[in-house]
């Protein structure tokens, strides 16, 4: 399946499975290319080989796509996803990379035992701005609770505000934007101070 294909074939499966829950998914479409690049480049900048790297809200794996593109060796990916068939579809269209169908409130529990406490970054496109803050702060507090000392959480969101508002103990940074997306994109950093 060429690059065309699964663009086709992503956007449809994720305006069918946002027809059955809008809240879940948060928007109609899929991460623009420019926004999981710029996305990709900040958790790079956090990583080396050899290093375990997870994604959580993986989607369709257009963000998965684009960490790879910048230099995330697959052996060292982790991906999460809620819904099933987005999870059959990241197992099709990239069937090396580990995914792993599941809750990311319960990440710990998800992942592999050998990667706890040593994961540079959490890249997370789940949309934490729909979500109540008793998820918001389940899913963060999962995240932090896989990383290795100073490891970072990257997140992607439609909202030039944080997602996560105040939060003792949090640093928050946004570290990037496209304006000209459609609709405007956001990356921010989160780590623990």
């Given at each position: ?126 949309p934490l701005m729909y979500l109540p803050e008793t ?59």
């Amino acid at each position: 399946m060429n690059e065309a294909q699964i663009r086709r074939k992503e956007n449809w499966l994720f305006f069918r499975q946002w027809l059955k829950s809008p809240r879940q998914l948060g928007t109609l479409a899929p991460i623009s290319v420019k926004l999981s690049k710029l996305a990709a480049q900040q958790a790079i900048s956090q990583y080396s080989t050899g290093t375990p790297v997870v994604e959580i809200g993986a989607g369709t794996g257009r963000l998965t796509r684009a960490l790879i593109q910048a230099g995330v060796q697959v052996q060292d990916l982790t991906v999460v996803e809620l819904d099933g068939q987005m999870c059959d579809f990241l197992k099709e269209t990239l069937p090396s990379v580990r995914v792993i169908e599941g809750d990311a409130c319960h990440l710990k529990e998800l992942i592999s035992p050998q990667i706890l406490k040593k994961v540079c970054v959490v890249v997370s496109a789940i949309p934490l701005m729909y979500l109540p803050e008793t998820v918001r702060q389940s899913l963060m507090n999962a995240a932090f609770s896989v990383l290795a000392p100073g490891g970072k959480v990257i997140h992607v969101t439609y909202n030039p505000r944080s997602p996560l508002g105040f939060w003792m103990g949090i640093q928050q940074n946004r570290v990037g934007a496209t304006w000209f997306n459609m609709p405007p994109g956001f990356v921010w950093q989160f780590e623990k101070q």
